[in-house]
C-alpha cells in the first residue's frame, strides 16, 4: 500500500471504531508550541497545576515520546449529550455526564495499532489520551482537524468543540492532511465576554490559575479563594460557559458513544442529593466517572463553596 492508501485505511479504522472524525500530520518540534507554552509556564497561568510544568521537551518533542517517529494520527470523540442537567442542580461539565473517557478512548487506540499492524505489519506506536504530555490540540489543528478558538477549545468547522482528542505517533510514512487555512472566530467575543472570572485573556491565552474548571478539579486540598465568591455561576465540577455560548457549537450534535450516556444521577440529582451523598455512594455510583478526578471530599468543598457565595 502506498502512504495515501494506509492513510485511508487508518480513517476508516477509526470511524469503525468511533471516532468522528481523523487527521494525519508529519512528525515534527513545535517551535511555536513550545514559546508559547514557555511563556505561559513563565507568567505562572498554571496555577497549582505544577505537572504542566514537568517534561517540557516531551510536550513539544514527539521523537521523544517516540523515537524515529514520523507521522501523528489524531482522533477526535464527540461528547455532546442529548439532555441536560435539571433547571437550578450543581452544574457539572458535559464532558463528565458519563464514563471516564480515558477508560473508553484508550481501548479504541490500542485495536487501531492492531489493526494497522495486521495490515502494514510491524512497525512501533504509541497512544495517547489526554494523560501524557503530548500538545493534542496542537497535533489536531495540523492535522486539518479544526482551530484553536479564543477559549483554547478546538473547534470543528462542521461539529463545533465538544470533542475528546486522541493520538497516536507512529513511526510509518503516511499521507498527511493540510492545517485549516483560516481562523473563523473571527471579531467574535462570545467566550471572552461570558466567562465570570476573566479567565480568557488575548492571543487565546487561558490563565488556568483563574479558569472555574481549574478550582474545581485540579485545585486539590485548598479552600477556593473568597475571591472567587459569587463567579462560579453555579458550576459544581469543571465549566462549559466558554463553550456552551461559541456560535459553532449550534453544530453540535449528541454523541453516538453509548459509553457517554449521561449517569442518570448526573441529570436529575438537585442540591439536596448532592448534600445528602455519602462518600461511600459517591464511590458506588461514580466508580468509573470524571468526577473521581475531584473526589468525594472535592465535590463537597465545591458544594459548601457555592452555598456561600
Request: charged fraction near 25%; proline fraction near 5%.
Amino acid at each position: 500500500m502506498n502512504t495515501s492508501e494506509k492513510s485511508q485505511f487508518i480513517k476508516s479504522l477509526a470511524s469503525g471504531t468511533g471516532f468522528d472524525f481523523c487527521g494525519i500530520a508529519a512528525a515534527r518540534h513545535l517551535d511555536e508550541d513550545a514559546r508559547k507554552l514557555e511563556n505561559w509556564l513563565q507568567q505562572g497561568k498554571q496555577g497549582n497545576m505544577y505537572y504542566m510544568e514537568k517534561h517540557f521537551d516531551l510536550r513539544v518533542n514527539p521523537y521523544k515520546l517516540l523515537p524515529g517517529a514520523k507521522s501523528v494520527i489524531c482522533f477526535l470523540i464527540n461528547y455532546f449529550p442529548d439532555t441536560n442537567q435539571e433547571n437550578n442542580a450543581p452544574k457539572i461539565s458535559k464532558y463528565a455526564y458519563g464514563k471516564d473517557y480515558h477508560e473508553i478512548i484508550r481501548p479504541k487506540l490500542q485495536l487501531i495499532l492492531a489493526q494497522m499492524k495486521d495490515k502494514f505489519g510491524d512497525f512501533h506506536g504509541r497512544g495517547f489520551v489526554d494523560s501524557a504530555p503530548v500538545l493534542e490540540r496542537s497535533w489536531a489543528v495540523i492535522s486539518g482537524l479544526g482551530w484553536v478558538g479564543k477559549n483554547g477549545n478546538l473547534i470543528h468547522k462542521k461539529r463545533g468543540s465538544f470533542f475528546f482528542i486522541a493520538t497516536l505517533i507512529v513511526d510509518l510514512e503516511l499521507a498527511y492532511d493540510e492545517p485549516e487555512k483560516a481562523d473563523y472566530c473571527g471579531t467574535c467575543t462570545r467566550c471572552i465576554d461570558a466567562c465570570p472570572t476573566q479567565a480568557i485573556e488575548p492571543y487565546k491565552v487561558v490563565n488556568g490559575s483563574k479558569c472555574i474548571s481549574y478550582f474545581t478539579i485540579e485545585l486539590k486540598d485548598l479552600l477556593i479563594p473568597d475571591s472567587m465568591k459569587n463567579k462560579f455561576d453555579n458550576w459544581m465540577f469543571g465549566c462549559d460557559i466558554c463553550q456552551d455560548v461559541c456560535p459553532w457549537n449550534r453544530f453540535s450534535r449528541p454523541t453516538q458513544e453509548t459509553a457517554f450516556t449521561p449517569i442518570a444521577e448526573i441529570l436529575h440529582y438537585n442540591e439536596n442529593d448532592w448534600e445528602e451523598m455519602t462518600e461511600s455512594g459517591f464511590k458506588k455510583i461514580f466508580a468509573d466517572s470524571p468526577l473521581q478526578r475531584a473526589k468525594y471530599r472535592g465535590i463537597r468543598r465545591n458544594l459548601h463553596f457555592l452555598k456561600k457565595s
